[in-house]
């Protein structure tokens, strides 16, 4: 699964913080959804008082980089769709 698209326009937190939610919607089950959304909220929260830009583009790199792994990691458990029968 790609990151969401809008990944690469990323560049304050206040974006970060919205891309990852709808990261978190894109999750296949509620329990995971808001396991993450509660990750999310916590991570904005520790590092609402970063001053450094770069250390602010490090954190968004970083988090844009776990998030797509994540998305991988379950779209990877999820089963395979049925296959359409042949008409």
Known sequence: MAPLPGAELVQRPLQLYRYLLRCCRQLPTKGIQEHYRH??????????DEDSPERIQQIIKRAIEDADWIMNKVSARLPAPPAQPAR
């Open 39 to 48: 990750a999310v909220r916590q991570s904005f929260r520790v590092h609402s």
